[in-house]
Structure formats: structure tokens, C-alpha cells
């Protein structure tokens, strides 16, 4: 290194176009504008990329990478219209890039190697964009991300509407698993196995803590918004067999809420929920996810992630609309011919398997025009489950197994289960570059289950 630039850290500033926030309406693929209560503001953020000790639970702390020290990263919460200006300063031994998960920017800020280079140690990079849809959302380093997010690099960003539904609180969990090493003193590198189904922590974390206990007030119903940042664990999520209603998912509010004891997440997914009200003060709720068998390799089991408790009673001011929100479906039922099928597949080699889409690893699709609708088959031609991610669109889900479904949300993460086909659709606005989409089981992302695609106007 250059001893007279020692102190001097380059900031590399991309090109970056404004995204036509008109347009992006017009196009009509996700959530329709929020109306806003005060001007757009900046909202500024340092991000910097760290080795940091990690507190899983008392007593336990391991070595860890964390934005700002910190595991999860800083909440960042912004409202629909602001402009994030988010100050990436990397301090690791190695290169690293944040993608923004589930934000409609432009493709020179999506944080991925297509479309910048990698941030050096020591190095920083500026991103700077529209937060264009209320939501909750999340940022992760997309590089060496089997051992980056493990380590733990990614945080929540959550983007308000102006006329959100009024609750009695509103949480962020960020949910997580961590395998350590023999020691117990760090995070274990990935295993060669891992390639194959993905790694499975032993400790399961809520916001970065194994076993917490939260508490709510009877009576009183408040909002969760869950991320789940693991790398490969699918979490089938209960509240002790409780009811509670599902509000909102990758894109926001759904139409209605929708009353039920348990979700799934896979990687990369977020749901919220209206949690409550409970009457009996008191009570301790596990919350738990049930077995799910993802893959024929792997048993389903049940595990415990913290406990609920039902506190003392206050008053409630929680208002859940019977009406959330207006999904106008992209497709009529009937027209579902595909314009493209994405096959998602796999091969032995020697060290152990490669994740294919549509037989290659890091395949090159055709590039997609803007306007035109898209209507994608995801065939999963695999013995076991892959979440689907598309960066930079929301999409609606308009079958499963060719029977159509009427879409009640925008995604940007689906599962398609083993031997299974999803279909999606979304028209494309006019933000032109470089776009992926991929498993978000982050050893297969990175064994080549992915494809990059060109959006042209
Ligand atoms: Cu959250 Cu390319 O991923
Ligand atoms: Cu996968």
C-alpha cells in the first residue's frame, strides 16, 4: 500500500440515473405510490463494514463481521420518497458490495458485482437512491456471501407510508442461524457439504440474540416485520399455535388481512403480521417454527426461537383495516402461457454439486424489454426446495403447478418446492442495466444456481 494515502480512503462514486418514479408506477409491477405526509428528505447512513464481537446469547460472544459493529446492521427506516444515502466504508480483509433486497433502484445501485466493482478494504462507495415503495426490506453484502452473511453483514431497512395502519407497536425481527466453529469463539467456515443443501446454523438468533423474550401488553396488537437472513434455513413460523394475521409481505400490504397459526419464510423472505391481542396476562408463547422438509436429504424439525410473553394489559389504539391494500392482478386468468422457463437444476462434479438454471451455472438469460409482460415458469427440476429471487421487481405469483392463483401480494423471494413449478409475472419499467435473479440458499447462489439478464427500453 502507498504510505502517503495511508490515511486517504478513495471513494468510488457510481454513475448513478434517477429512477422516473412515474414510470415505475405506470408500469404498474408493485405496490401503487404511497401517499406522502412531508417533503422527500435525504436520510444518511455510515455503513461500515466490520470484524466486531458478536453477543449471541450472555456469556456467549464470538468473533463476527457486522455493519457498524453491530449484528444486525443499523435499522435504517426511511419513508416512500425519501432519497437513501447509505456511506459503505469497508474495513474487512476482503472485498465486499451491499445489495439492497426488495428496493426498485437503479441497476448501478443494486450492489452486486454486474454492476460495480467490489469495494476494496478500505475503500468506500456512496449509494445514494429512491426509496420508492412503503415496505419492509433488507441490505446484505453480496460478496462471498456464504461467509459474509454468516458472519454477519445485513441489516433491515424499513420504508413507512404515509398512511400506514395504526398499531400499538411495530417491530423489526430479524431472524438467523449461526453454525460455530469446534471452539466456540467464531463463526465456522463453510463446509464442502454445505453445498449441497445449504448450512443450518446450531444457534438460532432474533435479531442477532439466541433465545429472547419478548413481551407484549394484552389487549394491545402490534406489527412484526420478519426478515429471514439465513442462509439456507426455511422457517415454517408458528406463535405457539396462536392466531395471528398476515399483513403485508415482500412488496408490502396484501389486499386483506389474512387470518392463520403459521407462514413460511425461506431465505430472503420477509411477512409481516398484526401479533395480538392476547387476554391471557401472563402466558408465554413459544415462538417456534414447525418441521418443514425441504429437501429428502435433511430431517424436518422443530425448533425454538423465543418466547412471547403476554404483560400486563393496556389500552389498545390498533386499528387493522379490512382493506390494506389494492394488488391489480398483471394477468387474466386463462393467458398464462410463458415467455420464458427457467429450469432450476443440478450436477454432480467433483466436489460435490454444481446449481444449474437452465443447465449452465451463472447462466446469461435474454434480455427482458421493458413494458412487455413477463410470465416466467420456474420448473424445479431438483430434489429439494429453492427460494427464487428476482433483484429490482416486484412479481406477482399467477400459478403453481399450472394452476392459476388471483396474486395477493408482490414478491421478490418465492419458493418452488422440489419436483415443482412456480410461475410468476411482471412487467419491467423503464430502468435499463444489469439484473440477476437466483436462489437465495447462498451456497447454491454461489455453486451457480443464477441467472443475469439485460433490461432494455
Ligand atoms: Cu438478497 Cu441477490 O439477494
Ligand atoms: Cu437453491
Redesign the pocket.
Known amino acids: 500500500m502507498n504510505k502517503h494515502h495511508h490515511h486517504h480512503h478513495a471513494v468510488q462514486r457510481a454513475s448513478y440515473r434517477t429512477v422516473d418514479l412515474e414510470a415505475l408506477h405506470a408500469a404498474g409491477s408493485g405496490p401503487a405510490p404511497a401517499p406522502r405526509t412531508r417533503e422527500p428528505q435525504e436520510v444518511h447512513v455510515t455503513l461500515e463494514a466490520r470484524e466486531t464481537s458478536w453477543e449471541l446469547a450472555p456469556g456467549t460472544t464470538v468473533s463476527a463481521w457486522g455493519f457498524g459493529g453491530q449484528v444486525p446492521g443499523p435499522l435504517v427506516v426511511a419513508e416512500a420518497g425519501d432519497t437513501l444515502v447509505a456511506h459503505l466504508v469497508n474495513r474487512l480483509p476482503e472485498p465486499t458490495v451491499i445489495h439492497w433486497h426488495g428496493i426498485r433502484l437503479a441497476s448501478s445501485m443494486d450492489g452486486t458485482e454486474s454492476v460495480q466493482t467490489l469495494v476494496a478494504p478500505g475503500e468506500s462507495f456512496e449509494y445514494r437512491f429512491v426509496l420508492p415503495d412503503a415496505g419492509t426490506f433488507w441490505y446484505h453484502s453480496h460478496a462471498n456471501e456464504a461467509v459474509q452473511l454468516e458472519r454477519g453483514l445485513y441489516g433491515a431497512l424499513v420504508v413507512l407510508g404515509a398512511d400506514e395502519p395504526a398499531f400499538d407497536a411495530d417491530r423489526v425481527l430479524v431472524l438467523d442461524d449461526v453454525t460455530l466453529d469446534r471452539r466456540g469463539r467464531s463463526i465456522a467456515r463453510p463446509a464442502l457439504f454445505d453445498r449441497h443443501s ?1 448450512r443450518e446454523g446450531d444457534t438460532v438468533v432474533i435479531n442477532g440474540r439466541a433465545q429472547p423474550e419478548l413481551e407484549i401488553a394484552a389487549g394491545q396488537i402490534e406489527r412484526w416485520r420478519i426478515v429471514n437472513a439465513s442462509s ?1 434455513r426455511y422457517v415454517r413460523l408458528s406463535l405457539g399455535g396462536r392466531p395471528f394475521r398476515i399483513i403485508g409481505s415482500d412488496g408490502g400490504l396484501r389486499p386483506a388481512p389474512l387470518t392463520t397459526t403459521e407462514t413460511l419464510l425461506t431465505p430472503g423472505d420477509r411477512v409481516e403480521l398484526a401479533v395480538g391481542p392476547f387476554d391471557d396476562e401472563g402466558a408465554a408463547i413459544a415462538i417456534e417454527s414447525l418441521p418443514y422438509r425441504r429437501s429428502r436429504m435433511k430431517r424436518a424439525r422443530y425448533t425454538r426461537w423465543g418466547t412471547l410473553r403476554v404483560g400486563p394489559r393496556l389500552p389498545s389504539g390498533a386499528v387493522v383495516p379490512e382493506t390494506l391494500a389494492t394488488i391489480t392482478p398483471l394477468v387474466v386468468a386463462g393467458s398464462l402461457a410463458p415467455t420464458r422457463t427457467i429450469r ?1 437444476g443440478a450436477r454432480m462434479t467433483l466436489h460435490g454439486h454444481d ?1 444449474l438454471v437452465n443447465g449452465d451455472t451463472h447462466h446469461r438469460d435474454a434480455p427482458v424489454k421493458a413494458g412487455e409482460l413477463q410470465v416466467w415458469d420456474i420448473v424445479n427440476e ?1 430434489g ?4 427464487f429471487h428476482l433483484h429490482g421487481f416486484f412479481f406477482q405469483v399467477v400459478a403453481a403447478d399450472g394452476q392459476p392463483i388471483a396474486p395477493a401480494s408482490w414478491e421478490d423471494t418465492v419458493n418452488v418446492p422440489a419436483r415443482k413449478r412456480v410461475t410468476i409475472a411482471f412487467r419491467a419499467d423503464a430502468r435499463p442495466g444489469e439484473w440477476m435473479y437466483h ?3 447462498l ?3 454461489a455453486a451457480g ?1 443464477m441467472g443475469h439478464f439485460e433490461v432494455v427500453t
Open positions: 445449504g439456507a432450476l446449481w431438483t429439494l426446495d429453492h427460494p436462489c437465495h440458499i451456497e447454491h447462489h444456481m
